[in-house]
């Protein structure tokens, strides 16, 4: 009797030990060491040295990166323009090197650390967490309704604007979706109403909440644990994100309640046909969109894609009015975020539907504006 309690004690401690180490072990996951940092800082966007984003001025001479873009651009135009480089502060004043990447001393410094807004292309200073302002800095893009001409009243709409060129939002500007109509990325219409900032859920609020700040990727809760699967029951991984959806509007009227993602993807189609419509009819010149700077060229042969030979920078289409330039600006905003469909998707929505609104107000383009979020 006494030895099989004996045993007993003993796998009861074997076990309880286990479970400790297994604790503690769990724990310390928790107080990454710098190792594993660096290892997740490597394989990210920040670390790409051959990245276009800091090579792009490789052939330039002298191959410098200029003021205006060296904030974003360079790690060390970054440094000059929170002024940890002893010079002014939130201005870039001197040109910075080209294949300088956003290393550790560039979000980890004293003037970084302390930033608690960012400035914003309309010129708005939105106040936000320490982390959110670093990232929001650079992922702010570049443009505004005041970028685009034709927003006050005197204007002819419908005139053609004497070499125009494309007004791009430039890319990968999340904070600027994310906040809405606090910061006024998008091409806003003077009689409408916009979100603001997405709130979205507690524990999702801030840009590193969801982001880790060195794989970029989503933070993992526990251990192979999807982040959004807490919350949305149909996410397993990455590859559910798209089919997530809360509302349950056919924002398409495509006749299937999908993704927000599939539903601002079916709106976008919309609004780059009535934009062909627009272009063919008003303007007199095809316009279509693909994938490559500057973006939108001459359909010459109105087929309603741009065939290769088509695709090609003297093909570029010039003969904006003000009407086609905001809409094409706000479909351009509803792409280069390509997650704009988490960072805030109804802000999203409303600028397409307020765009299709535009343009079918002066052809003929059938469209249900009632489900506008
Ligand atoms: C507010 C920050 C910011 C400023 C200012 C800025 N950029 Fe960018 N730019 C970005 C970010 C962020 C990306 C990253 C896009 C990505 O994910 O590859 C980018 C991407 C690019 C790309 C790569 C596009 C692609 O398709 O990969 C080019 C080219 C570029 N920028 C040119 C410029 C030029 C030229 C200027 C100055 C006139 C400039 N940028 C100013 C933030 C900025
Ligand atoms: C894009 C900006 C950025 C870069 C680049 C960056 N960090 Fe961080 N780092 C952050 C932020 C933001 C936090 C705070 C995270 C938080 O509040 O949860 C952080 C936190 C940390 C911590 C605290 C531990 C932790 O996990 O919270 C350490 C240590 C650290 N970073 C080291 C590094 C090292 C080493 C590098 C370079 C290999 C680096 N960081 C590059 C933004 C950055
Ligand atoms: C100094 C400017 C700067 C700061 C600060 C910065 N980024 Fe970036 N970020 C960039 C640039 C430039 C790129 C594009 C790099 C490339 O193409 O390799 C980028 C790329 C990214 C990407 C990948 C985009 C893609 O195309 O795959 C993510 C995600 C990202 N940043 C998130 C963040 C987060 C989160 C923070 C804050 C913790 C942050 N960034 C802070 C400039 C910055
Ligand atoms: C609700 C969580 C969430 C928040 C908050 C959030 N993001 Fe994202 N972000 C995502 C998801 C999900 C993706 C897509 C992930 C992927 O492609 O790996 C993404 C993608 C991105 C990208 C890459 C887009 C591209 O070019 O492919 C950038 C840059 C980015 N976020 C920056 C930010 C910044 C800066 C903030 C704060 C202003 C922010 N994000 C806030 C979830 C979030
Ligand atoms: C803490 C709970 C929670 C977490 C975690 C969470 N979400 Fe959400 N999500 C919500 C709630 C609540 C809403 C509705 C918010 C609203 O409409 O104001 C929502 C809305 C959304 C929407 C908009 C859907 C629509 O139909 O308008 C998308 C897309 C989304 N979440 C994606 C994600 C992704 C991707 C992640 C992980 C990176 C994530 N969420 C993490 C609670 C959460």
Not at 1 to 13: E, P, Q, S, V
Not at 42 to 62: K, Q, R, Y
Not at 236 to 249: A, E, H, L
Request: proline share 5%; glycine share 8%; net charge negative.
């Amino acid at each position: 009797m006494n030895k099989y309690f004996f045993l007993i004690t003993l796998l009861l401690l074997v076990f309880l030990l286990t479970g400790w180490i297994y604790y503690v072990n769990s724990q310390s996951d928790q107080i990454e060491p710098v190792e594993k940092i660096s290892a997740k800082w490597w394989g990210s966007a920040h670390a790409d040295i051959e990245a276009e984003a800091f090579t792009h001025w490789s052939e330039d001479e002298p191959a410098i990166v200029p003021p205006t873009c060296a904030k974003c651009h360079s790690g060390q135009g970054f440094l000059d323009y929170v002024g940890q480089d002893g010079s002014a502060e939130f201005v870039v004043d001197e040109p910075a090197m080209i294949e300088s990447v956003i290393s550790c001393e560039i979000c980890h410094n004293q003037q970084t650390t302390q930033l608690t807004s960012a400035v914003f292309p309309s010129g708005i200073e939105i106040d936000l967490d320490p982390n959110s302002a670093l990232c929001a800095s650079c992922h702010s893009g570049m443009g505004s309704s005041d970028s685009i001409p034709g927003r006050s009243e005197d204007v002819d709409v419908d005139e053609v604007i004497p070499e125009g060129s494309f007004i791009n939002p430039h890319y990968a500007f999340a904070a600027a979706t994310w906040l809405g109509s606090d910061a006024q990325g998008g091409y806003e219409y003077n009689q409408k109403t916009y979100v603001g900032k997405f709130e979205h859920a507690v524990g999702v609020q801030t840009c590193t909440q969801c982001h880790d700040p060195h794989s970029l990727h989503m933070n993992q809760p526990y251990t192979n644990t999807d982040l959004c699967s807490t919350c949305h029951s149909n996410v397993v991984d990455y590859s559910d994100y798209r089919d997530v959806y809360v509302d349950g509007v056919d924002y398409d009227t495509d006749g299937y309640t999908e993704g927000i993602y599939y539903e601002i993807e079916g709106v976008r189609g919309q609004l780059n046909r009535v934009m062909q419509i627009y272009a063919a009819e008003i303007i007199g010149q095809g316009i279509g969109w693909v994938d490559q700077y500057p973006y939108l060229f001459k359909d010459n042969d109105l087929d309603g894609t741009i065939s290769e030979e088509e695709r090609n920078f003297s093909n570029a289409y010039t003969q904006f009015t003000p009407r086609l330039m905001r809409t094409a600006y706000n479909l351009q905003f509803s792409i280069k975020d390509p997650a704009g469909y988490v960072h805030n998707g109804k802000y999203i929505l409303q600028l397409l539907f307020d765009s299709i609104e535009d343009l079918a107000s002066v052809v003929e383009f059938p469209f249900d504006y009632s489900q506008r979020p």
